[in-house]
C-alpha cells in the first residue's frame, strides 16, 4: 500500500509538472480525456444554470399529465458532435426553438467556468446551429504554429487565435490593412512573419521604410522594389499607379464579354485572366506611413500629398488590378492631415498590438468594434506579440505571432530569391544588393515561441 501511494504522488507530481511545464503536451495525453468526461457528465445542469434552456413542449407537457407521468424536464440545445483538438474541444450545437446564438456568446464566461476551460467562444454557422470552441490552456503563451496550415495563394498563416485555430491575412478576402503598434510591440515580428509567408508565393513585394531601410534591407533579395525615404517613395507610388491603370487596360481588353462566355469568367480583376496573361499581384508593405504624412517646408507638403494621393488611388482602385497594402504605424489618425482618414476608410483589415494610450485604439476599431477598443488598451507590455485583429464587419479575435527572427526572415527570403520578379515599372527600384544572390543562409538559434 505504501509503494502504491509513493507511486501515485509522483505520478500525480509528474502531471502537474508536465500541465505547468509543457501545457499543450499535458492537453493532449490527459487534458483532453478529463475535459470531454467533464463537458459531458456537467452538460445539462451548466445548460441549465446558465439559462440556456428551454420549456417543454406543450404536447409533451399534456400528454405527461395526460398519462400521469412525471413533468418532462427543460431541453437543453442539443449536441450535434464534440470534436477533440490540439488545443481544446469544439462543441456543435443544434438551438432548440426560441434560442438565439447571442445567448451563447452572452454566456462565455459561465461556461468557462463551469466547465473548468481556459477560454470559450461562440459563433454561429447557420441559422440554428452554433459552434463553441473551447481551449483547455492558454494557447498565446507558448505559440506553436500547427505543421499543416490551409495556405492558398494570396492567404498566409501569421498568428494564432486566442481559440487555438490559424489567424490568415487571406488578401484576396481582405486586400488592404492596418496595423498599429508602439514601439517594442511586437509589430516588427508580425511584418517579418508576413513577409516570411508571402516569399515562397508568386508575388511581387514592395516595401517602403523610412527609416533608412533598417527593417525591411535585410530582406530585400525578395522584394522587387524598395524605397528607403519619402522622395523614393513618393515615386514608387507613381509608378504603382502607372501599373494599375497599365492592368486595367489589359484586363478591359482581355473581359471576354461574349454572349457564349459564363459569368464567372467574364474578366474583372486579374484573377479572371488566363493564367499566362495575369499579372503579378503585388503587396506593398508600409513601415511607418507618419513618415510619408509629416512635412516641415512647402516642399514637403507637396510631396506628402503626392504621396497620400497616390496611396489613396492605391486603395481604391488596386484590389481589382491586383495591388495590396499592408500599412504599418504607431498612431495614425487626423492629425497626420488631409486624406489620411479616407485612406484609413479603405484599410478593411485592422490590428493593433499594445498602445500607449486609448486614443490610438480608437483608431484602429472605434468605428468598427468599440467593444475591441478596450481589449486593446489592456494587453500588457511584457506580451509582446499579443495584438487585437479584426475587419470591418465588427468581428475581432486576439491573437499573437509567434516569434520569427530576423536571421529567420532573412535565411526564407534568400531561399526564395529566385521567386523575385521583376517589374518593369519599379526596375529603377530594385534593392543594390552586395554579395552573390546565391549566398547560403546562415544558421539559426533556437529562439522562443514568443514574440
Known amino acids: ?29 490527459f487534458g483532453v480525456t478529463l475535459a470531454v468526461v467533464r463537458v459531458l457528465a456537467r452538460y445539462g445542469s451548466v445548460m441549465d444554470a446558465c439559462g440556456l434552456t428551454v420549456p417543454p413542449a406543450r404536447w409533451r407537457l399534456a400528454l405527461a399529465r395526460a398519462t400521469n407521468r412525471p413533468l418532462p424536464e427543460a431541453r437543453s440545445p442539443r449536441i450535434l458532435r464534440l ?41 454561429e454557422l447557420r441559422s440554428g446551429v452554433v459552434e463553441v470552441r473551447m481551449t483547455g490552456y492558454d494557447v498565446l503563451k507558448r505559440v506553436q504554429m500547427p505543421t499543416e496550415t490551409d495556405t492558398r495563394p494570396m492567404r498566409v498563416p501569421v498568428a494564432l487565435r486566442q481559440d487555438g485555430s490559424v489567424h490568415y491575412r487571406d488578401y484576396r478576402a481582405i486586400p488592404h490593412a492596418l496595423t ?16 516570411a ?18 527593417e525591411l534591407f535585410p530582406l530585400a533579395r525578395r522584394f522587387s522594389a524598395l524605397a528607403d525615404d519619402p522622395d523614393t517613395a513618393a515615386e514608387v507610388l507613381d509608378a504603382l499607379v502607372v501599373r494599375m491603370e497599365r492592368t486595367y487596360q489589359l484586363i478591359r481588353a482581355q473581359q471576354r464579354i461574349a454572349a457564349d462566355v459564363p459569368d464567372a469568367e467574364i474578366a474583372a480583376d486579374i484573377w479572371n485572366l ?3 496573361m495575369r499579372p503579378v499581384p503585388v503587396v506593398v508593405l508600409v513601415d511607418e506611413v507618419a513618415e510619408l504624412a509629416l512635412y516641415a517646408n512647402k516642399e514637403e507638403e507637396k510631396r506628402r500629398d503626392r504621396i497620400i494621393t497616390a496611396l489613396v ?40 498590438h499594445r498602445v500607449n494610450d486609448e486614443t490610438s485604439a480608437n483608431m484602429a476599431f472605434g468605428d468598427i468594434a468599440p467593444d475591441a477598443v478596450l481589449a486593446a488598451i489592456q494587453i500588457p507590455a511584457e506580451k509582446r506579440g499579443l495584438a487585437i485583429a479584426g475587419d470591418s464587419s465588427g468581428g475581432w479575435h486576439r491573437i499573437r505571432a509567434p516569434h ?19 517589374l518593369p515599372e519599379l526596375a529603377p527600384y530594385r534593392p543594390a544588393l552586395s554579395g552573390p544572390a546565391d549566398a547560403p543562409a546562415q544558421p539559426t538559434e533556437p529562439s522562443p515561441a514568443t514574440a
Open 197 to 214: 509567408g508571402l516569399a515562397p508565393m508568386d508575388v511581387a513585394l514592395v516595401g517602403i521604410d523610412c527609416k533608412q531601410g533598417v
Open 83 to 123: 470534436r477533440p483538438t490540439r488545443t481544446g474541444l469544439v462543441l456543435r450545437l443544434k438551438l432548440r426553438p426560441g434560442q438565439d446564438a447571442f445567448d451563447l456568446a452572452a454566456a462565455s464566461d459561465r461556461l468557462r467556468h463551469s466547465f473548468s476551460m481556459y477560454g470559450v467562444t461562440s459563433r
Open 404 to 422: 520569427t527572427s530576423l536571421r529567420q526572415a532573412v535565411n526564407i527570403c534568400n531561399r526564395h530569391a529566385d521567386r523575385t520578379p521583376d
Open 313 to 352: 488611388r492605391l486603395a481604391q482602385l488596386g484590389r481589382a488590378a491586383g495591388i495590396y497594402l499592408e500599412i504599418c504605424a504607431q498612431r495614425f489618425g487626423s492629425e497626420l492631415g488631409k486624406g489620411i482618414t479616407m485612406l484609413r476608410a479603405q484599410l478593411t483589415g485592422r490590428t493593433a
Open 180 to 195: 498599429l503598434g508602439a514601439t517594442e510591440s511586437g509589430k516588427s515580428v508580425y511584418q517579418r512573419n508576413l513577409v
Open 1 to 29: 500500500m505504501t509503494a502504491f501511494t509513493v507511486t501515485l504522488v509522483l505520478v500525480a507530481a509528474a502531471v502537474g509538472l508536465l500541465r505547468w511545464r509543457r501545457p499543450a503536451w499535458y492537453w493532449l495525453t
Open 274 to 276: 488566363p493564367t499566362d
